[in-house]
Structure formats: structure tokens, C-alpha cells
């Protein structure tokens, strides 16, 4: 089997069955990288820390975020028609910059993606056994609730891969919704202070606060750049993947952008300050119980810990067909190629990076550290930092690649989107890479410990691309 590409380069493989061609529709990919993103997780968890750190002007850094990711998706989707190719970033950078670089690249993708999936976890662990505490009176501790969730997510990613998509459609459906109620109920009810755009008025905004929100609001999106994993089992992935990653980066914009400028309007913009200091980790939970009512409080409550649930599955498939593809490139050995014949899913792929987040998981649990205060950052933060640097590559392997074929693209699509993306993201990055203690709460060793694996990740992936590609040279099999 091949990867087909519009160019005429081919990645080769030895299994024989494949991934299931033709099972996803540009739908079942919005709903797996908007879920991977988990909205409600977001704006619940996140956004009180945001507007603690940037007040009023917390919805702009959604929107600019927004529309930086959008400009990347230019190149990245172009890219995409003419490159089918379960590895993705892995695939894309190593057209563009050698299958070296590529070979250290897919490495980073695989770490960041199961270290994300690991955190990721463990906070939906730790937020079902505070579920079953609160609504049945049952003490789980969150290691035995993480496990069950990892056990669950490696059988669900084992079956076919539509039935993971019908699973995160419902999951996200019923966490947008709720916050679709929310905002219609602020509407509908009034807010203490009346409407404003002065958020998005840039004689308001101060570039004391502009920093820290900036390196919050970019971490959000992380997952809409998932689409191109599944190109090769998209029907019709030249057309599928590009509709569903604009779709994505548009739709988790409209969402972070007006729920942060509508939940400001039903606190009050005078009142934030009072509010979030107050009780911080209930922001969201307080105004919806204000707003819509106790029962809708804990149907949020309880759909927090679906959206992680929902952001574990979409990580467990990208980690899944990252480990596929490498085991296809001779990255990793190549028992993980192996497919189902009736599901097309890569099933010893699937087992082994269940078993990896589950042994994670419990090994955290067995040393009590905090799910949140310390597994969750110390998986998390890699996770913001190698897909910040996959997606650089992937701009500058853009420019690269279509210097260096005919492939019909305008000049848009070939160097100047993918130029200009390539540089505010590489300001991001180093933005976040300066305040890295802002995530962390670490110091310089703290930052620079957690950020081994990454490190480690890439060295060793070159090395086996440089291997591989002698053996290739030297007609032997790797």
C-alpha cells in the first residue's frame, strides 16, 4: 500500500491490509479535532486564568489566535491536497526538509501527542472521581477513574474509527450545546453592565497583559491540525481535510471568542476582577448557575469530564497513527503496521499507545503525584511546545516543497501564507518559550527537565531516519 501523494512520492509500507480508505466525512473530522481541543474544558479550566492575567481584553486574544491558526491552515491545507499521508506533519516535513529532519519531527509528534494524551487523562481521571463523589457519594481515587477512562479509549480506538467519530459527535455536541444555553440565557436575561466591544478596541489593549494572553489563548487550538492524520481514510481527502481544518479553525474561534466576550458581558466587565479572584476555579459553573439554573450546573459539571474524555480519544487516534506510520517508515518496528482486516484500524498501534497512557497513568497515581498541579503540566506544556515547533517546520517544509514541484497553487498558498505563518508562530513560541513559568509555575531547570523527552525525541528520531535511509541506499531491508 501507498500514501498517495499529487506528486508522485510514495510512502511505502509492508502491511498489506491498510488503513480503512473512504470511512470519514469531513464531519467525523471536525468532530475529532474540535474534541481534541475540548471547548468546554477550555473555557471552564482555562479562561478564569485568563482573564485573571489580561481582564477586559481576553476575548481579542481568542480572535487573534484565531486568525493566526487560520493563515497557517492556509499552507498546511494546501499541502494537504497533495500529500495523503497518515504521518502529517511527519509526511509534510520531511518533503520539505529532508527525511532527517522529518524522521526527528515525526519522533516530537509522537511524544507531544502522548504526553498530551497522558495529561489529558489524568485531569479527566481526576475530574470523574470528583463526579462520583459529588453525584453518588463514591471515593474513587483518580488513578483507578484515569485507567478505566485509558482502558476505555484503547477499545474504543481498536474499533472501527467511525464509531470513535460517532462517539466524540455526541460527546461534543452536548458540550457546545450547553454553552450555546449559556449564552442564550445571558442574552435572553440581560447583563449587569449591558453589551460592549471595547475588548476588541486596540486603544484598550496593554502589552503588559497582551504576552501572558497571547501564550494562553495559542494553547487552546491545539488539535485542529489532527485533519491530515486521517487523510488517508477521508473520502475524498484533497477536498475533506482542507473544508474540515477551516471549519475547525473557524468554528473553535467563534466559540472561544464570543463565550469569553459573552461571559465577561454576564459578569459584568467591573465586576471580573472581584469574580475571578474570588473563586477562580468556578467562574464558568457560578455564572451558569446564576444565569440558567442548578441542574444545568451539574450537567456542565458532569460534561467537563466527557469533553476530557473527548480530547483522550481524539489524542489516542493521533498517537495511534503517528506510531503506525513510523512503524511504515521503519522508524519503529514494523509489528505496528498491522491493521484489522475488518476494521482497517492499526490495531497493535492502537493497544500499544493505550498501554503506554494506562502504565503512565497508574505509575503517576502509585507515586500520589497531583493530577492537575503537576501531571497535568508536566505532560501538557511539552505537548503546546512540539506542536508549535511541528507547525514551523510545516510552514518552512511548505515553502520548500512547493519551491520545488508544479503543483497549480497560487503564490498565496505557496510562499506567502506559509511565510508569514512561519514567522508569527515562530513569535509565539518564543513568547511561550520566555514565559514558560507562566503554564509551569517552574524555573529554568523545571522548564528545561520537562522538555527532555522532546529534546530526546528528536535526536533519536534523525538518527533512526539517517539509519534508515542507508539502509534504503544500501538495498537492505530496515
Given amino acids: 500500500m501507498t500514501a498517495s501523494t499529487g506528486t508522485g512520492i510514495a510512502a511505502e509500507t509492508s502491511s498489506g491490509q491498510g488503513l480503512r480508505a473512504n470511512a470519514i466525512s469531513t464531519r467525523d473530522l471536525v468532530f475529532f479535532v474540535v474534541a481534541a481541543a475540548a471547548p468546554l474544558t477550555v473555557l471552564a479550566g482555562f479562561l478564569p486564568m485568563v482573564f485573571l492575567l489580561s481582564g477586559n481584553i481576553a476575548p481579542v486574544g481568542y480572535l487573534i489566535a484565531g486568525i493566526v491558526y487560520a493563515l497557517f491552515a492556509v499552507g498546511f491545507t494546501a499541502m494537504s491536497r497533495h500529500v495523503q499521508d497518515a504521518g502529517a506533519f511527519y509526511a509534510y516535513i520531511r518533503l520539505g526538509l529532508g527525511e532527517i529532519i522529518g524522521s526527528g519531527a515525526a519522533l516530537v509528534a509522537y511524544v507531544g501527542y502522548t504526553l498530551g494524551q ?12 470528583n463526579a462520583l463523589d459529588t453525584f453518588l457519594g463514591l471515593h474513587v481515587p483518580w488513578g483507578v477513574s484515569a485507567v478505566v477512562l485509558g482502558i476505555t479509549v484503547g477499545v474504543l480506538s481498536y474499533c472501527k474509527v467511525d464509531i470513535g467519530a460517532r462517539v466524540l459527535a455526541v460527546l461534543l455536541l452536548a458540550e457546545v450545546g450547553i454553552l450555546f444555553v449559556l449564552a442564550v440565557a445571558i442574552i435572553a ?26 501564550v494562553l489563548t495559542f494553547i487552546v487550538y ?3 491540525e489532527q485533519t491530515a492524520i486521517y487523510s488517508e481514510e477521508a473520502r475524498d481527502a484533497r477536498r475533506t481535510v482542507p473544508r474540515a481544518t477551516y471549519i475547525a479553525v473557524g468554528l473553535l474561534t467563534v466559540v472561544y471568542a464570543f463565550m469569553s466576550w459573552i461571559i465577561l458581558m454576564g459578569i459584568g466587565p467591573t465586576r471580573l476582577a472581584s469574580a ?13 448557575r446564576d444565569f440558567v439554573g442548578s441542574l444545568s450546573t451539574d450537567v456542565m459539571q458532569i460534561l467537563v469530564v466527557t469533553s476530557f474524555f473527548a480530547g483522550v480519544l481524539a489524542l ?3 498517537g495511534t497513527r ?37 502504565i503512565a497513568i497508574a505509575v503517576f497515581a502509585l507515586l ?6 503537576q501531571v497535568v503540566i508536566w505532560t501538557n506544556t511539552p505537548t503546546l511546545l512540539a506542536v508549535l515547533l511541528l507547525q514551523i517546520g510545516t510552514s518552512v517544509a511548505a515553502v520548500l516543497f512547493f519551491r520545488k514541484h508544479v503543483t497549480g497553487e497560487s503564490l498565496w498558498h505557496r510562499w506567502i501564507a506559509p511565510g508569514l505563518s512561519a514567522l508569527l508562530l515562530s513569535g509565539v513560541l518564543v513568547l511561550v518559550t520566555v514565559r514558560l513559568d507562566l503554564l509551569t509555575g517552574l524555573g529554568i531547570a523545571g522548564n528545561t527537565l520537562i ?28
Avoid at 497522558?118 to 475530574?127: E, P, R, S, V
Avoid at 503496521?337 to 476494521?343: L, V
Wanted: proline share 8%; net charge positive; charged share 10%.
Fill in 276 to 288: 475571578v479572584s474570588s473563586d477562580p476555579t468556578n467562574v464558568i459553573f457560578n455564572i451558569n
Fill in 118 to 129: 497522558i495529561g489529558f487523562c489524568a485531569a479527566a481521571g481526576l475530574f470523574a472521581s
Fill in 451 to 478: 522538555c527532555i523527552p522532546l529534546i530526546l525525541a528528536f535526536i533519536f528520531g534523525a538518527a533512526r531516519g539517517r539509519h534508515v535511509r542507508r539502509l534504503r541506499g544500501s538495498g537492505e531491508p530496515s
Fill in 368 to 373: 500520589r503525584f497531583d493530577p492537575y498541579t
Fill in 322 to 358: 503517528y506510531l503506525y506510520t513510523m512503524a511504515r517508515e521503519g522508524l519503529v518496528p514494523q509489528k505496528f503496521t498491522r491493521t484489522s482486516p475488518t476494521s482497517g484500524s492499526p490495531t497493535t498501534a492502537a493497544i500499544a499507545q493505550a498501554a503506554i497512557s494506562v
Fill in 222 to 224: 491545539i488539535g485542529f
Fill in 189 to 214: 436575561t440581560g447583563t449587569p453592565e449591558g453589551y460592549s466591544l471595547t475588548s476588541f478596541n486596540p486603544t484598550h489593549w496593554h502589552m503588559s497583559a497582551l504576552g501572558p494572553l497571547l
Fill in 316 to 318: 489516542q487516534n493521533a
